[in-house]
């Protein structure tokens, strides 16, 4: 068994077509003399491949992802790129995949070394476009994902975006990756294709061969090599059982979240990066709960500028109008590290300088953030939150950074909203506790559980050893929400929660219970949650909230729902 990272749900058993991007290998030759031809009917080769991949891609991708074939087309037209080759060959008199290759570098890293994140993104068409016409000049077959005619699984070491947009949902089961995360590009399109995908498998290529049977677990992030007839046949019913939850589900799309006894909630999405917000629009999310800025970060080989962050900002805050956006400033340090913001090794990493903490220090950091959100907030319904507070004084220092700088964007006659909402998020159990006295002060409060049960439990999330500790249900988790939630009540304020235990099924009827105004949770779940939300009554959930607190372990609370609600 195989340990990856779950993302796009679903499962499957299946063949393994083990899918090997082929090398190309370049050597300096003297030009041929049809060199010139050659380039030419590759040129032409890419261009159709290309178009062939849009168009089986046009219904299947976004807008977005489909302008990525544009690009590539426009590389293959571009008379400075192709008339530089051709001047190689004629004037250096060499073969044409050579010039390709160092015309085509050449032009990659001019582009890599650009500011804008928009002509960074260029270098990766290049190199997709020079790998294509590099094959086509050396007659190397370019395995063509779209022609697998078999039922299988994929394993690759990564997927480009090309390769992505050629599956074929009929017959690719599922893929898994040995590189990317959760918000990878292979990863972000499996979401919108709505095949499972497992990303992230270390040694995946090792153990896996072409043609072997295999179990895709993209619902708990396995894969099973090999696996034997006991567990293929758990994995065919849990497989069955998925799709028809998934198919009955289809209908809540619309639907609007509220109980039976009419109480309403908001059913909304966690993010990583704007394209993210397809899926949660696709799965009936009623805004963003959780727009993690860090991969922003994460992604760029600078510190993002002012501009490159507007743009992001904006395209979500313009998807989602008029639903509310909740971006969390950035939250670097513990497991998040930016190659370009070196900091001191710590003995307690998630005990040490990070989200806020790093902000306040780096205040030019902080202001370049929230000036970009604030001109973004003329385009949508913002909500501005702080990562880990756990005393007033920094909530009081962050928020008059942020009023200083939306100061000087109106004294610049610049477009902004003029009701932003700044919150914090509850993860510090300080905070928790504190949460009347934060709630005269804040707008919104959204609890954080994935640190808040890792601070209340000293049991690091990143530990195996501990991760039994990780108990949502446990009534000390549930008090602390209780507060949370009652403190920003006292003071009129919502209070939503974007950790994981939002969208888990067994904590959303005791939270739905205790009150919670706000769920926020990777898309797939939103709709299994609105299931729960629409079949019980609010009365008889605040009931079993208050027996949920009054139980003395997570497993007691756990038998009380299951027994409860429907
Ligand atoms: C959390 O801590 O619950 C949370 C949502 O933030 P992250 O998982 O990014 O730390
Ligand atoms: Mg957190």
Request: glycine share 6%; net charge negative.
């Amino acid at each position: 068994m195989l340990k990856g990272i779950a993302a796009s749900s679903g499962a499957a058993i299946g063949k393994v077509f083990k899918y090997v991007h082929p090398q190309v290998v370049v050597e300096k030759k003297a030009a041929a003399a049809d060199e010139l031809e050659k380039l030419k009917n590759a040129v032409a080769k890419t261009q159709q491949d290309i178009r062939t991949i849009q168009k089986m891609a046009e219904g299947k991708l976004s807008a977005d992802d489909l302008a990525i074939f544009d690009a590539h087309l426009m590389v293959t037209e571009d008379p400075e790129f192709i008339g530089q080759i051709e001047e190689m060959v004629k004037n250096d008199n060499v073969n044409s995949d050579y010039a390709v290759d160092q015309v085509g570098n050449m032009f990659a890293s001019m582009f890599e070394s650009m500011e804008d994140a928009y002509f960074r993104e260029r270098a990766a068409d290049i190199k997709d476009v020079s790998y294509r016409l590099k094959c086509h000049i050396q007659g190397v077959m370019i395995p063509d994902l779209s022609l697998i005619s078999d039922k299988v699984i994929l394993v690759a070491e990564d997927l480009t975006p090309s390769d992505t947009a050629q599956l074929n949902k009929e017959t690719i089961l599922g893929f898994a990756t040995a590189t990317g995360g959760r918000t990878s590009h292979s990863a972000i399109m499996a979401r919108s294709l709505e095949i499972p995908a497992v990303v992230g498998v270390s040694g995946l290529l090792e153990a896996v061969n072409h043609d072997d049977e295999i179990v895709l677990d993209a619902i708990d992030g396995v894969v099973i090599v090999k696996p034997d007839e006991a567990v293929k046949k758990e994995y065919k019913t849990k497989i069955e059982n998925f799709a028809k939850l998934r198919e009955s589900l289809k209908v809540l799309k619309d639907a609007p979240s509220v109980t039976l006894d009419e109480h309403h909630v908001e059913l909304v999405g966690n993010i990583g990066t704007p394209k993210d917000t397809a899926a949660v629009i696709a799965n009936g999310g009623e805004g963003i709960g959780l727009y993690r800025t860090e991969f922003l970060y994460m992604d760029a080989k600078e510190m993002p500028s002012e501009e490159d962050q507007f743009e992001a900002y904006k395209a979500v805050l313009q998807d989602m109008n008029p639903h509310p956006v909740v971006v969390r400033t950035l939250d670097i340090g513990g497991d998040k590290k930016l190659p370009y913001l070196p900091l001191e090794e710590e003995m307690n990493p998630f005990l040490g300088f990070r989200a806020i903490r790093i902000c306040l220090k780096r205040p030019e950091i902080f202001r370049t953030q929230l000036r970009a959100l604030i001109r973004a907030s003329a385009f949508g319904n913002l909500c501005i939150m702080f990562p880990m507070i756990a005393t007033l004084q920094e909530f009081r220092q962050a928020k008059a950074i942020y009023l200083e700088e939306l100061n000087k964007i109106k004294a610049e006659g610049i477009a902004h909203s003029d009701k932003i909402q700044v919150g914090i998020m509850v993860e510090i159990p300080a905070s928790a506790v504190l949460a009347d006295q934060f709630a005269k002060e804040v707008d919104f409060f959204s609890i954080g559980t994935n640190d808040l049960i890792q601070y209340s439990m000293a049991a690091d999330r990143m530990s195996e050893p501990v991760s039994y500790l990780y108990q949502p249900l446990n009534p000390s988790i549930l008090r602390l929400v209780k507060l949370a939630i009652d403190g920003a009540h006292k003071e009129g304020k919502w209070c939503g929660m974007c950790g994981e235990m939002a969208g888990d099924p067994t904590a959303v009827p005791v939270l739905l219970g205790l009150g919670l105004d706000e769920f926020s949770m990777s898309a797939t779940s939103i709709l299994s949650a609105r299931k729960i939300v629409r079949s019980n009554k609010y009365a008889d959930l605040q009931e079993l909230a208050k027996k949920a607190l009054d139980c003395a372990t997570a497993e007691e609370v756990a038998a009380l729902v299951s027994k409860s609600v429907k």
